[in-house]
């Protein structure tokens, strides 16, 4: 290690039992997804097996703000990559057999589109519009599918 990580940082500081501590500069913690799918204030009641708790818009909400189970950046799980371009493969493959076009009910087809109430640059009809939140949150739109007739 260089003197930049021996260095205390204040970055490293922690709330724990409602007392801060500051670890050594040259100590090295990552535990916050455990962290924080394990925190009682966004899981109440984590430990008891209760698949209604998803029902809860409030709840649910809420959870999805910390789910992040392959983590975020340069050290994110090998997996989501590799999940990620079987997803890939297999939207091209559907998109390779299909023909697709919005739902013949206009409201059905403009649903995840924009709206003046969306805000600033959320306002345009036809342009789907996705949500960030710690993930994505999307309100998608219905389409229809039908298999592509082969010669």
Partial sequence: MDDFDKRPSRS????????WHIHPGSFWSGHKIYALHHNDSYHPD???????????KDTAAR???????????????IGLNLAM?????AMATVL????FRTAGDKNLAAIG?????????????GEFQTFDTFGTSTDDPYSQFKRRATN
Wanted: charged letters at 25%.
């Fill in 12 to 19: 490293w500081q922690r709330p724990c039992n409602g007392l």
């Fill in 85 to 89: 371009n079987e997803v890939l493969l």
């Fill in 46 to 56: 984590l430990f008891r097996f209760d698949p209604d708790r998803w029902l809860n």
């Fill in 96 to 99: 390779w057999h299909g023909n």
């Fill in 113 to 125: 589109e924009g709206r003046a109430d969306f805000g600033p640059g959320r306002h345009r009809k």
């Fill in 63 to 77: 959870t999805k703000t910390t789910w992040a189970p392959s983590s975020h950046g340069a050290r994110n799980c």
